[in-house]
C-alpha cells in the first residue's frame, strides 16, 4: 500500500498570504496524485488531479506542483472561504488518501 | 446539474447489516465507474469500493472484502452498498462519489459527491 504522508498537520495563516502544503509518498506515484478540499459537514471537493491541473470551476490560486514522491499544494491570497482540511490522494496503486492538513485562521 | 442523493444508514448492532443507495442525475450514468468512500468521525478518508459504469467490474478495500457488496442499477441511476456483518470500526461517514474520467471501469479521481450517510456500528 502507498502511504501519503501530509505535513504540517496544522498551518495557521491569515487571509492574504500564501499556503504551501505537502504530500509525499513512499514509493511514486508517477503523475496520479490529487487533491481534495473539505470543509466541516461537507463532502470532499475535488481541486488538482494529475499533480497539476484544476478541476472544473477551481479558481487559478489553487496550484499543484511536484513529482513521484514529492507534492505540493500551493493557494496564494488565501481567501475567508480557504479555511479547511485539505487531502492528497494517489490512484497509482489503488486509492489512498493522506492523513489531511487543515488550513486554519491565524 | 450533476447530484447525487444519499439514502440509508443508520444505528446497527455489530454484526448486523445496512444498505446504502446513491440516486445520481445530470450524466450519462454507466459511462461512469462508481464509488464509496467513508470517513469515521474525526478521522480522514478511506476509499471503500468501486463499481465499474457496467456493473462487471468490482473492486474492495481488504478491510471490507468479504462483508460489503457494491452494485448498481444502471436503468435506475442508482449505486448500492450492501453492508454486512458490520463491526464498530466501520462507523463512519459514507460517500458515495462519481470516478472523474469517462470509459474507464475506473480512473482513481472523484469530482462528484453525495451528501453522506452517517453509519453507526455500536457493541
Known amino acids: 500500500e502507498i502511504v501519503l504522508t501530509q505535513s504540517p498537520a496544522t498551518l495557521s495563516l491569515s487571509p492574504g498570504q500564501t499556503a504551501t502544503l505537502s504530500c509525499r509518498a513512499s514509493?511514486?506515484?508517477?503523475?496520479?496524485l490529487a487533491w481534495y478540499q473539505q470543509k466541516p459537514g461537507q463532502a470532499p471537493r475535488l481541486l488538482i488531479y494529475?499533480?497539476?491541473d484544476r478541476a472544473t470551476g477551481i479558481p487559478a490560486r489553487f496550484s499543484g506542483s511536484g513529482s513521484e514522491t514529492d507534492f505540493t499544494l500551493t493557494i496564494s491570497s488565501l481567501e475567508p472561504e480557504d479555511f479547511a482540511v485539505y487531502y492528497c490522494q494517489q490512484r497509482r496503486d489503488w486509492i489512498t488518501f493522506g492523513q489531511g492538513t487543515r488550513l486554519e485562521i491565524k | 446539474e450533476v447530484q447525487l442523493v444519499q439514502s440509508g444508514g443508520g444505528l446497527v448492532q455489530s454484526g448486523g447489516s445496512l444498505r446504502l443507495s446513491c440516486a445520481v442525475s445530470g450524466f450519462i450514468f454507466d459511462d461512469y465507474a462508481m464509488i464509496w468512500v467513508r470517513q469515521a468521525p474525526g478521522e480522514g478518508l478511506e476509499w471503500v469500493s468501486t463499481i465499474s459504469g457496467s456493473g462487471g467490474s468490482t473492486y474492495y478495500a481488504d478491510s471490507v472484502k468479504g462483508r460489503f457488496t457494491i452494485s448498481r442499477d444502471n436503468s435506475k441511476n442508482t449505486v448500492s452498498l450492501q453492508m454486512n456483518s458490520l463491526r464498530v470500526e466501520d462507523t463512519a461517514v459514507y460517500y458515495c462519489?462519481?470516478?472523474?474520467?469517462?470509459?474507464?471501469?475506473?480512473?482513481?479521481?472523484?469530482?462528484?459527491w453525495g451528501q453522506g450517510s452517517l453509519v453507526s456500528v455500536s457493541s
Open positions: 514509493q511514486s506515484v508517477s503523475t496520479y
Open positions: 494529475d499533480i497539476s
Open positions: 462519489a462519481k470516478d472523474y474520467a469517462i470509459g474507464y471501469n475506473w480512473y482513481g479521481y472523484f469530482d462528484h
